[in-house]
């Protein structure tokens, strides 16, 4: 849990910073999961620091349990804080010798409204403090409510971006090709995808600043999205990748980020993913491998195939070839 706060805390900060540090951090949150937390250091400096925080997004996008987690502490804390106050001003009826656990079950009645009868307020001290707890209760429960509702509500999408992206000929042209699914049995209707490449670029006066281009593809946009979607972007004489090569791309710290979003067929509501790929992630040399095969009553799509990639042979133009993955050991005894 303090893990996951201080992932999404960073990635919060990291929002306020101006392009160029955002787009470093980016960088770095994309290889957070994959690299040890101790190979990046990130120090943010003059950033305005919030006491609260933007917590009620970061609740949004917690898991399940972590909501119900944090919704069931602060009820019993302030519950607590209560039976404390209810303890030190007394005026309970019905409560033995003002005992402790008596005033916080007393403290819990009152403020899920629930009145069993059976302990009361019998001072004005006691009376305020009721008053207090019905007004902080109001509160309290509206917003776990609310964060709930939220969550129940929103359609979070589930599209599956394969582990690489890939560079090799298509059709004699080296062609930068992704692999996207939707891991929901629904459609994504109407989907769209943009390709933004981010690196790296010195000025004529010598500074150094990170650029974007937009990637053209051969289709960005598809009536609807069920399994895959392979989508290509050709890289030419006008593309921003033209005459790069592997070594390049690390040195310039080319990332590419994908956005897709759609159409839910089923709740009708928009739906939005993203994912960035780092020079680290793309192979050269290679495709996806083919998930459909034919059948005599129809068509296999073979799912477990999404990540795998088949080597393709280098050529005068592109000579680059991934070697195949090892054969996995198999012992004789």
Aim: proline fraction near 5%; glycine fraction near 6%; hydrophobic fraction near 45%.
């Amino acid at each position: 849990m303090v893990g996951w706060w201080i992932f999404a805390k960073t990635h919060e900060l990291a929002t306020d910073l101006p392009d160029v540090a955002a787009s470093r951090d980016h960088r770095v949150m994309a290889l957070f999961k994959r690299k040890p937390p101790e190979t990046y250091v990130i120090e943010l400096r003059g950033v305005k620091r919030s006491i609260a925080g933007d917590w009620y997004h970061l609740m949004l996008h917690a898991p399940w349990w972590i909501d119900l987690l944090v919704i069931t502490a602060a009820f019993l804390s302030v519950n607590l804080l209560f039976a404390l106050a209810y303890l030190h001003t007394g005026g309970i009826a019905g409560a033995r010798n003002d005992s402790f656990a008596e005033l916080f079950f007393f403290s819990v009645q009152t403020m899920a409204t629930i009145g069993y009868g059976s302990m009361y307020p019998a001072s004005t001290a006691a009376h305020l403090l009721t008053t207090g707890e019905a007004i902080v209760g109001i509160f309290v429960i509206a917003v776990a409510t609310g964060i709930v509702f939220s969550k129940f509500s929103v359609i979070r999408a589930r599209v599956q971006f394969a582990t690489h992206a890939v560079i090799t000929p298509m059709n004699g042209v080296p062609t930068l090709m992704f692999r996207v699914g939707n891991e929901r049995s629904s459609r994504v209707i109407n989907a769209a995808l943009a390709v933004v490449l981010t690196r790296t670029e010195r000025t004529s006066e010598g500074v150094l600043m990170y650029r974007m281009y937009d990637l053209k593809l051969e289709r960005d946009r598809a009536p609807a999205l069920t399994r895959s979607w392979t989508l290509m972007h050709r890289i030419t004489a006008e593309s921003p990748l033209h005459g790069q090569t592997p070594e390049l791309l690390a040195a310039n710290e080319v990332e590419l980020t994908l956005t897709l979003s759609g159409i839910d067929d089923v709740s009708g509501q928009t739906i939005h993913a993203a994912r960035t790929y780092v020079d680290a992630e793309i192979r050269w040399g290679a495709r996806h491998a083919d998930m459909l095969s034919d059948r005599p009553n129809g068509i296999l799509v073979d799912l477990s195939k999404f990540d795998e990639l088949t080597p393709t042979g280098a050529t005068d133009t592109f000579p680059y070839s991934m070697s195949p993955a090892p054969e996995p050991y198999r012992s004789d005894g």
